[in-house]
């Protein structure tokens, strides 16, 4: 996964986001509408294949605002939720065809 800082001024970044990008059998726009549905906090968006051919997508992505001053633990509880969900997705995302998706975990 990648972790992409946004609105750094002085060395500080006080937004960050997760991003992760899973291919598999059940990357579908329905499939990831359900795990939307069914899940708060990491949301997910189908990306289509790019080329004729090519394995479709599920990305999913967090976006964590920090407290300036506030230490790298505030990411602990963030980092966390991300793992959870992020792993969850890729286990929906390659299930077997037609096999029932992970439940929910938060």
């Not at 579908?28 to 990306?47: C, H, L, M, Q, S």
């Not at 999913?60 to 959870?84: E, K, N, Y």
Request: glycine share 10%.
């Amino acid at each position: 996964w990648v972790l992409t800082l946004f609105s750094c001024t002085n060395g500080a970044c006080p937004d960050v986001q997760f991003t992760a990008v899973f291919a598999g059998p059940n990357a579908t726009p329905e499939i990831v509408a359900r795990w939307n549905g069914d899940r708060r906090f990491v949301k997910a968006f189908y990306a289509a294949p790019e080329t004729e051919g090519g394995d479709p997508q599920a990305v999913a992505q967090f976006d964590v605002l920090l407290h300036p001053g506030a230490g790298a633990q505030q990411l602990d509880d963030p980092i966390q939720v991300w793992r959870s969900l992020s792993m969850d997705l890729g286990r929906t995302v390659n299930a077997p065809a037609g096999g029932a998706a992970a439940p929910a975990t938060e």
